[in-house]
């Protein structure tokens, strides 16, 4: 066990023993003075019971930041809710930013969202409230309306004062984003900027005018690429008019990437690797109708293992590799596969495209060769047929070739049809690798065995 996991099992053994004995003074000492994941990994051990004593202890304000960090990464993040008193959740809830208030009120049925609302002071139930309205996965539904803008006409020493007045709401402070009379975005400066000028200059005359935004509508793995790929700590989000109206802060954009990386596993294995609960009908109801539609996929393996039956009953040898073609070449299928998820997930364009399934064909080719030549030796070897070998090793070629051909082209073709192209590409690879690579198989097969056998 590392050092830090036997300092966090100690604090817990101490908030527990303070929640035994009700001590609250001791209780928030010991819970306020840990960092606040720390604190949100110690609320999430606790037992109803529990929490129902830390409601008791600890203030709407102290209870923000730990809802902060757990936001839409738990489901029973509702509950949790509902285990407050109401006005107690409406406070906290007022106190968080507004991006991460909203991260949650995603999760709680509407009519607990308004009721929430309507025990909010009037201008954040109103931010909130408008953030709820944008389409989810865009930037307008991960922004924050916590800025700091300052106008291009103010001096260094006027914005230094409305940076102080603004910085304890705002989300951060590094980036000063400078609006003109309309509130149109028109330029911006960073803390820096403001330190080190003198306070008569003019924030025009240092502003950086060429500012990179992003447009309130834009998908949200767009702009968590765009802040990734500029090395952003912020960007900022305006409306059709160029009026500023948030930012979006990096660490939403971690969480965004986080959640494209889970889907893109998630689906390349046609689950929910994220799913909170363990319910075994609820898990199986999920995964069935992609299984079924498999199971029926792979019954034309079955059938086209049947149209070679007479071929297996007169070299009944052939059927001992036929897991070994059809495994190695699902493999290879799922090297490819992974490869253009990725690309695809990273929005590259139509040319880059191109250049990776030529570049798949050319792997797929030489890792067929190679692979082939291995198998044709070991086989002729084995099982002193050189004949045995070589079908083996021609099939291990074409079969390698031909799904990691399926394995670049399948996501594509899913994507163009507008669906996910992560979601269930790993289980059709295998399938369509089964099917393309027993065909191969037996078809070189029957021209080997008739050409050199007879059969």
């Keep these: 066990m590392s050092e830090m996991a036997y ?20 209780f928030k000492e010991i819970f306020l003075e840990n960092h606040t994941y720390d604190q949100a ?14 409601y008791q202890y600890l203030s709407p304000e102290d209870m923000a930041p730990v809802f902060e960090i757990i936001e839409e990464d738990v489901e029973d993040v509702e509950e949790y809710l509902r285990e407050m008193d109401e006005r107690y959740a409406a406070r906290m809830l007022a106190e968080m930013y507004a991006d991460n208030a909203v991260d949650i009120l995603q999760q709680v049925q509407e009519d607990e969202v308004r009721k929430y609302l309507r025990m909010m002071p009037h201008k954040t139930s109103n931010e909130i409230r408008n953030l709820l309205n944008y389409e989810d996965d865009t930037a307008g539904a991960m922004m924050t309306t916590e800025i700091i803008a300052i106008h291009e006409s103010q001096t260094v020493g006027s914005a230094m004062t409305t940076v102080k007045k603004m910085a304890e709401e705002a989300e951060t402070i590094y980036y000063v984003y400078v609006v003109d009379e309309e509130n149109r ?25 060429r500012v990179v935004s992003v447009e309130v509508q834009e998908a949200q793995d767009a702009v968590a690429k765009m802040i990734r790929d500029y090395d952003f700590l912020a960007i900022p989000v305006v409306d059709e008019e160029e009026k500023l109206i948030g930012i979006i802060t990096v ?8 959640e494209e990386a889970t889907s893109d596993y998630s689906g390349l ?35 086209l293992l049947s149209r070679y039956e007479g071929i297996i009953g007169q070299a009944s040898v052939l059927s001992i ?108 690879i295998t399938t369509v690798s089964d099917l393309t690579s027993v065909f191969v198989y037996f078809t070189i097969a029957s021209m080997f065995l008739e050409k050199f056998l007879g059969i």
């Design 185 to 209: 975005l028109k330029g911006v400066l960073t803390l820096k900027d403001l330190i080190v000028h003198k306070e008569d200059v003019k924030i025009s005359e240092i502003m950086v005018d």
């Design 269 to 303: 294995a046609g689950v929910d690797v994220d799913e909170q609960s363990v319910n075994p009908f609820i898990a199986a109801s999920k995964r069935l109708p992609w299984l079924i539609s498999l199971l029926f996929l792979g019954l034309t393996t079955a059938a």
């Design 321 to 428: 590799f036929i897991t070994l073609i059809t495994g190695t070449a699902g493999n290879a299928g799922t090297q490819s596969l992974a490869v253009a998820v990725r690309k695809i997930g990273l929005n590259e364009d139509e040319s880059v495209f191109v250049k990776t399934i030529l570049s798949e064909v050319a792997t797929g080719i030489i890792s067929g060769i190679a692979t082939g030549l291995i198998i044709f030796v070991v086989v002729g070897l084995w099982q002193a047929n050189w004949i045995l070998g070589g079908i083996i090793g021609v099939s291990m070629f074409f079969a390698i070739t031909v799904a990691t051909i399926a394995g670049s082209l399948i996501p594509l073709l899913i994507d163009s049809m507008g669906f996910d192209p992560s979601f269930a590409s790993g289980l059709f």
């Design 251 to 258: 660490d939403d954009a971690i969480d965004v990437i986080d």
């Design 7 to 26: 300092e966090f099992d100690e604090i817990l053994e101490q908030i527990h023993h303070t929640l035994k004995t009700d001590d609250k003074q001791q």
């Design 41 to 54: 990994q110690i609320y999430l051990s606790l037992s109803e019971e529990q929490r129902q004593l830390v």
